[in-house]
């Protein structure tokens, strides 16, 4: 809850930044990720975040969604930088499995046995962006000015260190003691570097998240990483616990602030009142 509530405050930032004389209240965007979080728990492809926008939007007025998204990639980008350094730290030594290791039921399977199949499908992918984007070339510029604003907090570089940076690295330290938290809880060796690992198997699982929590994925990423150092029966439990615990915690705050901020729960006003 503290991780989330310090996302919370670095993406208030981003969009107060965006609109610098509407008001953000702060209430309604820890409302909008804490409901972004318990729906990413439940459905993947990102599910959680078209929550986060579609609330967001809801609190900001005269606020656009392509805007609201734009504050989004900004505030992902941090995460895609950490995570990136540390897959790539990963691979360097030699930690990464190869083609292959994690054989037929690893969720990356179809596309490396239907290459051909996959590169079809992004290039239909392909053509049909050229063709929206052509349709609507003449609202393009509109469109531009719109994402631009979203990053309009990157204008000065002071203002974003100390309103986002700082709240995100408070993200990523929470995130740490939390995996050390859980390590420990389950019996197994509690190190930054143990932690390290199990942070790298999940932002690989995220890489495609075709499964709720990326579960599945982030186990045979684990039980490979530990291989000869913990057992596998212990790791997949340890994975398995933490994936399931966090999914319910999420879910249950998620879909309470859901509830709370859509005001289908009056639990002010008496007994069958309207």
């Not at 939007?57 to 895609?80: A, E, H, N």
């Not at 003449?138 to 204008?155: K, N, P, W, Y």
């Not at 198997?201 to 150092?229: C, D, K, M, N, W």
């Amino acid at each position: 809850m503290l991780r989330l509530l310090c996302v919370s405050t670095a993406w208030r930032n981003i969009i107060q930044a965006a609109y610098p004389t509407a008001p953000v209240p702060r209430r309604s965007i820890v409302g909008a990720v804490f409901a972004g979080v318990g729906v990413g728990a439940i459905i993947p492809a990102r599910g959680g975040d078209a929550v986060r926008v579609f609330l967001a939007k809801r609190s900001v007025p005269d606020s656009t969604y392509t805007t609201i998204t734009s504050t989004l990639v900004l505030l992902s980008l941090f995460d895609f930088l950490v995570a990136g350094s540390l897959v790539l730290w990963a691979a360097a030594s030699g930690s990464l499995p190869g083609g292959g290791v994690l054989g037929p039921s690893f969720d990356f399977s179809w596309v490396i046995h239907n290459p051909g199949t996959f590169l079809k499908a992004i290039g239909l992918v392909l053509v049909i962006l050229v063709v929206v984007v052509l349709w609507f070339a003449e609202e393009m510029g509109d469109f531009r000015r719109r994402l631009a604003q979203g990053f309009s907090i990157l204008r000065d570089k002071q203002a974003y260190l100390s309103r986002v940076a700082v709240w995100q690295v408070g993200d990523w330290l929470l995130r740490f003691g939390a995996i050390l938290l859980f390590l420990h809880a389950f019996g197994l060796p509690a190190t930054l570097h143990n932690a390290v690992l199990v942070q790298v198997s999940a932002a690989l699982a995220s890489l495609l998240p075709i499964s709720p929590s990326g579960i599945g994925t982030e186990q045979a990423f684990l039980v490979y990483l530990f291989r000869g150092h913990v057992p596998g029966a212990a790791l997949v439990a340890f994975s398995v616990g933490m994936r399931i615990t966090l999914m319910t915690v999420n879910a249950a705050l998620g879909f309470a602030t859901l509830l709370v901020t859509l005001r289908t729960v009056h639990w002010r006003e008496p007994h069958g009142a309207r």
